[in-house]
């Protein structure tokens, strides 16, 4: 039994290292970001991180900017849009679910936000949640898509103008956008 017991927690002990190691410092090395550079406005922009097997792929021409913390990319779009793609490890929930009723409660209590939608859907065959919020104090709304991959929870959130032209056709594609392989 203590053989038993010592096996399981060293096998626990190698996978645990192995995705820190992975997504303890996000590598960028190899991640690309491209659009048609002969069009003055891309119809689509596609961010890939081939070392994590992630990509988002979102309407209109959006650029690099500075990332507030580790995170797979962030992005500036049309119409004054802000995109990140990031993983949350090790997941801090067993479900979508209770991660997405965590995040919800979270950003309702502590920053005032308005949920305004919260949907279950699949996202590359894994279970998601598409929650929607308002912030009124900054006129602006925000989405955000999270994905289950055991032991990974992917986040890509998109914030902007409040009931903004650009935010149906963004809103839209956000969870169509996203591939984890």
């Known amino acids: 039994m203590v053989l038993v017991a010592g096996g399981f927690a060293t096998a626990v002990g190698v996978f645990w290292v192995r995705y820190e190691n992975k997504f303890g410092t996000i590598d960028k090395s190899r991640e690309s970001l491209s659009w048609d550079p002969d069009q003055s406005n891309a119809t689509s922009t596609i961010y890939a991180n081939p070392a994590y097997g992630v990509s988002l792929n979102l309407p209109g021409k959006w650029v690099h900017t500075r990332p507030p913390y580790k995170c797979f990319c962030t992005l500036s779009g049309p119409g004054k849009f802000v995109t990140m793609f990031w993983p949350l490890f090790p ?6 679910d209770a991660e997405a009723a965590s995040i919800s409660t979270n950003y309702r209590t502590r920053a005032g936000w308005i949920l305004q939608s919260n ?3 699949p996202i590359n065959r894994r279970p998601a949640r598409l929650l929607r919020y308002k912030i009124s104090n900054l006129h602006s709304d925000f989405m955000l ?3 289950k991959q055991w032991p990974v929870m992917y986040a890509s959130g998109i914030t902007g ?4 032209d650009e935010w149906q ?3 839209d594609a956000l969870p169509h956008a996203l591939t984890i392989q």
Not at 91 to 96: T, W
Not at 161 to 164: A, I, K, Y
């Open 91 to 96: 997941a801090p929930s067993p479900s979508v």
């Open 169 to 171: 056709q963004i809103g």
């Open 145 to 147: 898509v999270l994905v």
């Open 119 to 121: 949907e279950s859907t």
């Open 161 to 164: 103008p409040e009931s903004s």
